[in-house]
C-alpha cells in the first residue's frame, strides 16, 4: 500500500527555485531495494528521468541537470524533494516522484505519485 504524493507550487517564476515534496507512506525511504527518483514529461515528449535518492544518502542526476538538480530527504518525516535552480519556461512540465525498484526480485514494483503540473511562464 505504498502511496507518493507530490506538493509544491504549480507556478514558478523564470530564474527561480522549483521545490517539489514527495510525501511516502506505507514504505520507507531507507529501504534499500528501491531508488527515489524524481521525473518529468512536458507536452508531447516522453519522460525524462532527472535524478534519484538512495537509502545511503547517496544522489545521482540526469547529466543534462547535474548543474542545477538537487534531491535530499527527510527521513523523519519520510519525504524527499527537488530543487530545481534557475528554472526556464523548457521546465515547464508534470513532475513525478516514484519509487523505482533496483533489486531484481522487486523489478516490477514501481510507484508512483499522481504528478503535479509545474509551469515557468515564458
Known amino acids: 500500500q505504498v502511496q507518493l504524493q507530490e506538493s509544491g507550487p504549480g507556478l514558478v517564476k523564470p530564474s527561480q527555485t522549483l521545490s517539489l515534496t514527495c510525501s511516502v507512506s506505507g514504505g520507507s525511504i531507507r529501504s534499500v531495494d528501491y531508488a527515489w527518483t524524481w521525473i518529468r514529461q512536458s507536452p508531447g515528449k516522453g519522460l525524462e528521468w532527472m535524478g534519484a535518492i538512495y537509502a545511503s544518502g547517496n544522489t545521482y542526476y540526469n547529466p543534462s541537470l547535474k548543474s542545477r538538480a538537487s534531491i535530499s530527504r527527510d527521513t523523519t518525516n519520510n519525504q524527499f524533494s527537488l530543487q530545481l535552480l534557475s528554472v526556464a519556461p523548457e521546465d515547464t512540465a508534470v513532475y513525478y516522484c516514484?519509487?523505482?525498484?533496483?533489486?531484481?526480485?522487486?523489478?516490477?514494483?514501481?510507484?508512483w505519485g499522481q504528478g503535479t503540473q509545474v509551469t515557468v511562464p515564458s
Open positions: 516514484i519509487r523505482r525498484p533496483i533489486v531484481f526480485d522487486r523489478l516490477g514494483d514501481y510507484s
